[in-house]
């Protein structure tokens, strides 16, 4: 079993977690998240100033997944959420040294 973090772009998250559930995923965690990569935030405009913010918005997304699923899903989640510019993503993969599961 392995954990999945994925970071993208927020109007990319519902066609990463429509995957997540299509590959049969059972559980996931989804969070509002700021950051910055590459591209190193942007200049914005506000009543004719100009400032920097230094963090972009992001989605993270955290998923537990069994090998056979972890496979398909580092196969179509890149497709899901790239847009073909800088940014569109990670997906940091974890194993995990204890998979026991306590439900409650």
């Not at 972009?56 to 537990?64: D, G």
């Not at 196969?75 to 409650?104: C, S």
């Amino acid at each position: 079993m392995k954990e999945l973090i994925i970071v993208v772009k927020p109007f990319r998250a519902e066609a990463v977690l429509q995957v997540v559930t299509e590959v049969g995923v059972a559980a996931c965690v989804v969070r509002e998240a700021k950051g910055f990569g590459r591209q190193k935030g942007y200049l914005d405009r506000y009543r004719g100033s100009e400032f920097s913010t230094a963090y972009l918005p992001k989605v993270e997304i955290t998923v537990w997944a069994t090998e056979d699923q972890v496979a398909e899903l580092l196969e179509r989640i890149p497709k899901a959420a790239r847009t073909g510019r800088i940014g569109d993503g990670k997906i940091f993969v974890i194993p995990l040294a204890w998979p026991e599961i306590i439900e409650f």
